[in-house]
């Protein structure tokens, strides 16, 4: 199972990148040269910074709330799905559902 970093690390981790970035040849260099002076894994700093870049605007892809977003809304489409399944197996339906 994946170690669970606490948010204020993660966001301390990524700001030294961000800082010391200049320093070096390319993120993964600097991820590998910080990652072991803070205890956790240069991947997994290289893509929390990643991560970091998109939520700012910096790099094309999926933003973190719009993930949190998409999450959501899916988690809801399920449930909605799992009550309709349940409404047609027990013949629960009626006009005043059709309506909404």
């Not at 070096?24 to 910080?34: L, T």
């Not at 977003?69 to 047609?88: S, V």
Request: charged share 30%.
């Amino acid at each position: 199972m994946p170690k669970q970093y606490p948010k204020g690390v993660r966001e301390r981790a990524v700001r030294l990148v961000l800082k010391h970035l200049a320093e070096y040849p390319s993120v993964w260099e600097a991820c590998r040269a910080i990652a072991p002076k803070l205890g956790v894994g240069a991947e997994s700093l290289r893509k929390w910074v990643r991560q970091a870049q998109t939520d700012a605007g910096q790099r094309p892809g999926v933003t973190t709330d719009m993930a949190e977003e998409m999450r959501r809304l899916r988690a809801g489409n399920r449930e909605l799905k799992r009550a309709n399944e349940m409404a047609d197996s027990t013949g629960g339906r009626n006009e005043f559902c059709e309506l909404l």
